[in-house]
């Protein structure tokens, strides 16, 4: 009887041990340490994936929270080995609606991740899960195999679904893209058309200025939309912007280039405030691209009724020039996404005149191109009661 109570209690004592020392499953291990996982992930993704440099908390760990914990779920139901092995080649079928890690996917498109950079997130994403949750196991044995194969499996589906999504926004907007050029082409063209026709016909042998002068706004227009597309292409083929700095007076090309848009547009209000001469290395021609696309953008985009202004100073370190127009602000989560090209941003409550009149959307794209050419950054902040505001930083 002695022996026997002895006995019991040593097998309770050494179940009650291995019950104590049988390793935190993964699923739970992610659902209680979910925060300090996407702290470490995060630090990752803002050094190693540059379009994450300058996103907030929010729209750097869009979703990934819920990806996780939607992965986690997974792990702990019941799959059989063909779902199991359909999830790790990316084949499982699609989850009912549109999952977490598809609308993750298209948002990342949007923001300007190409799919590297998507791939390089859940690559982390799985190293910070792992890595993290190997320092609390004391040993591998076949049940911490399993975990890991659930998990791996798991992320392979997300990866997919993302994937899938941005293809599809991707083709898109590709799409989107060639119809946007045709359209915006048709109108310059249809005019020149009309003009070439009419100059055909002269009259007491003078030829018809009208026509003549709108022949030569739309063969500009056409210029500029091609000039737009070549500078566009050579970013995407990696060649970026060729910028050849030479030292000159920036606020003499300021003034130039607002005397120019401000003719451009008789009717809108337009103000000024440049110093009389700010003295730094820079490529002229470029920076007169920058500014003209800066200025237009804020004539497209504001109230009519309100200025648009422009300001150029500078300091011991920097030129500053600062385009501003007031109207309805950007929407916060288009912020991240302004800079990208063929993106339009205008809110449902925006009035037709603070939409653009062409839609290519390479203006901001190029601007920004440019001044990083420049070692400068762009930046922008929109509120209601300041308005919009596109800030550029040049080093001196």
């Given at each position: 009887?002695?022996?026997?109570?002895?006995?019991?209690?040593?097998?309770?004592?050494?179940?009650?041990?291995?019950?104590?020392?049988?390793?935190?499953?993964?699923?739970?291990?992610?659902?209680?340490?979910?925060?300090?996982?996407?702290?470490?992930?995060?630090?990752?993704?803002?050094?190693?994936?540059?379009?994450?440099?300058?996103?907030?908390?929010?729209?750097?760990?869009?979703?990934?929270?819920?990806?996780?914990?939607?992965?986690?779920?997974?792990?702990?139901?019941?799959?059989?080995?063909?779902?199991?092995?359909?999830?790790?080649?990316?084949?499982?079928?699609?989850?009912?609606?549109?999952?977490?890690?598809?609308?993750?996917?298209?948002?990342?498109?949007?923001?300007?991740?190409?799919?590297?950079?998507?791939?390089?997130?859940?690559?982390?994403?799985?190293?910070?899960?792992?890595?993290?949750?190997?320092?609390?196991?004391?040993?591998?044995?076949?049940s911490v195999l399993e975990e890991m194969t659930r998990f791996n499996e798991g992320i392979d589906q997300s990866l997919a679904e993302a994937m899938l999504?941005?293809?599809?926004?991707?083709?898109?907007?590709?799409?989107?893209?060639?119809?946007?050029?045709?359209?915006?082409?048709?109108?310059?063209?249809?005019?020149?058309?009309?003009?070439?026709?009419?100059?055909?016909?002269?009259?007491?042998?003078?030829?018809?200025?009208?026509?003549?002068?709108?022949?030569?706004?739309?063969?500009?227009?056409?210029?500029?939309?091609?000039?737009?597309?070549?500078?566009?292409?050579?970013?995407?083929?990696?060649?970026?912007?060729?910028?050849?700095?030479?030292?000159?007076?920036?606020?003499?090309?300021?003034?130039e280039v607002f005397d120019q848009v401000s003719a451009a547009y008789p009717s809108r209000i337009f103000e000024s405030e440049i110093a009389p001469s700010?003295?730094?290395?820079?490529?002229?021609?470029?920076?007169?691209?920058?500014?003209?696309?800066?200025?237009?953008?804020?004539?497209?985009?504001?109230?009519?009724?309100?200025?648009?202004?422009?300001?150029?100073?500078?300091?011991?370190?920097?030129?500053?020039?600062?385009?501003?127009n007031r109207g309805t602000p950007i929407p916060p989560d288009s912020m991240q996404v302004i800079f990208n090209p063929l993106v339009q941003v205008a809110?449902?409550?925006?009035?037709?005149?603070?939409?653009?009149?062409?839609?290519?959307?390479?203006?901001?794209?190029?601007?920004?191109?440019?001044?990083?050419?420049?070692?400068?950054?762009?930046?922008?902040?929109?509120?209601?009661?300041?308005?919009?505001?596109?800030?550029?930083?040049?080093?001196?």
């Amino acid at each position: 009887m002695f022996t026997g109570r002895c006995l019991n209690k040593r097998m309770l004592s050494a179940g009650s041990y291995e019950a104590h020392t049988r390793p935190m499953r993964l699923s739970q291990f992610i659902k209680e340490n979910i925060e300090s996982i996407l702290a470490e992930w995060e630090s990752f993704a803002r050094t190693m994936i540059p379009p994450a440099e300058t996103m907030s908390i929010a729209e750097l760990r869009d979703h990934s929270h819920e990806i996780l914990l939607a992965i986690a779920e997974e792990m702990d139901s019941a799959q059989t080995e063909p779902e199991r092995e359909a999830k790790s080649k990316g084949l499982a079928e699609p989850r009912t609606g549109a999952s977490f890690a598809s609308v993750h996917g298209s948002l990342r498109q949007r923001v300007g991740f190409d799919l590297s950079q998507l791939s390089a997130e859940y690559r982390a994403l799985r190293a910070s899960v792992l890595r993290l949750w190997m320092r609390r196991i004391q040993a591998v044995d076949a049940s911490v195999l399993e975990e890991m194969t659930r998990f791996n499996e798991g992320i392979d589906q997300s990866l997919a679904e993302a994937m899938l999504t941005y293809s599809e926004h991707m083709a898109n907007s590709r799409d989107t893209f060639l119809a946007v050029l045709g359209h915006d082409l048709r109108s310059p063209l249809g005019a020149l058309n009309s003009c070439v026709h009419l100059l055909g016909h002269v009259v007491d042998g003078k030829p018809n200025e009208r026509a003549l002068r709108v022949a030569k706004q739309s063969i500009a227009s056409i210029g500029e939309m091609i000039t737009d597309l070549l500078e566009y292409t050579r970013t995407r083929l990696g060649r970026g912007i060729e910028v050849t700095p030479q030292t000159g007076n920036l606020a003499q090309v300021c003034e130039e280039v607002f005397d120019q848009v401000s003719a451009a547009y008789p009717s809108r209000i337009f103000e000024s405030e440049i110093a009389p001469s700010v003295l730094l290395d820079f490529d002229a021609p470029r920076m007169r691209q920058v500014l003209t696309n800066l200025l237009t953008n804020a004539v497209q985009h504001g109230d009519p009724k309100l200025p648009v202004a422009l300001t150029a100073s500078q300091d011991d370190q920097s030129a500053v020039l600062t385009v501003r127009n007031r109207g309805t602000p950007i929407p916060p989560d288009s912020m991240q996404v302004i800079f990208n090209p063929l993106v339009q941003v205008a809110s449902t409550t925006s009035e037709p005149h603070e939409r653009p009149s062409t839609s290519l959307g390479l203006g901001l794209f190029i601007a920004r191109e440019i001044v990083k050419g420049h070692g400068g950054t762009i930046a922008v902040t929109s509120s209601l009661q300041s308005g919009t505001s596109f800030i550029v930083t040049l080093p001196r």
